[in-house]
């Protein structure tokens, strides 16, 4: 999806001064989804982590500036999914150094509890203050001045728990054929791509329109 940073801007506050992601954007709401435009399959479908619950994964980087565009939609978006819904987010790598990096920071912020205070201003750094958090001495040197007990996070940082996550979100990208973020997938099954949207809302419309596409399909197939 191409969406300039001003037409995004306009989408989003639009949306944000109605209190919902989706009044902004009714026609694709009602209409119906496209294989090949909205959507296509994840061929072969993936086993999600979360038994009997739709897994929905955001596939995403602090290196990408549209990701971070989403992340202020997709918090709220995903506290109020319905109960029988999980959603994950993994971070990729695409086989940069850089991206690897930033994909252990995460890793490490969930794992100290600081994930909700500097997620976005992770983004924020990298993409509005152009801030190199690429390396783990340039990482270290932000985080202090964020108030992070920088010897214990440089221990989870380096630790073989955050390599193995890492390592499994790598194994993840290559599974789910993810060639681009953010992008979102659902049950495994269906990859968002919505090539006809026009804003980044709209991609949690059709998720939303999957989600509800992989119920029915559950219901009518139980025991698959």
């Not at 999600?48 to 596939?59: A, D, H, N």
């Amino acid at each position: 999806m191409s969406l300039s940073r001003r037409k995004f801007n306009k989408h989003l506050l639009a949306a944000l001064s109605l209190g919902t992601l989706h009044a902004s954007i009714p026609l694709l709401a009602r209409a119906d989804l496209v294989k090949g435009r909205d959507w296509v399959p994840i061929d072969p479908p993936q086993p999600g982590e979360s038994p009997g619950k739709i897994e929905v994964l955001e596939f995403f980087s602090y290196g990408c500036p549209h990701c971070g565009d989403l992340n202020p939609l997709i918090h709220p978006w995903a506290q109020n999914l319905p109960d029988d819904v999980a959603f994950r987010r993994v971070p990729v790598s695409f086989g940069r150094a850089a991206w690897a990096n930033l994909g252990r920071l995460y890793f490490s912020l969930e794992a100290t509890g600081d994930l909700q205070r500097l997620d976005q201003p992770v983004f924020d750094a990298l993409h509005k203050q152009r801030i190199k958090l690429y390396t783990e001495p340039a990482i270290l040197d932000w985080l202090a001045k964020q108030g992070v007990d920088t010897k214990a996070f440089a221990e989870i940082f380096n630790s073989f728990d955050v390599q193995t996550q890492m390592s499994r979100s790598d194994y993840l990208v290559k599974r789910y054929r993810i060639d681009a973020v953010p992008r979102l997938t659902v049950a495994g099954r269906y990859q968002v791509v919505g090539h006809a949207v026009q804003s980044l809302p709209e991609l949690l419309t059709i998720t939303d329109q999957l989600v509800a596409l992989a119920r029915a399909e559950q219901a009518a197939n139980p025991h698959n």
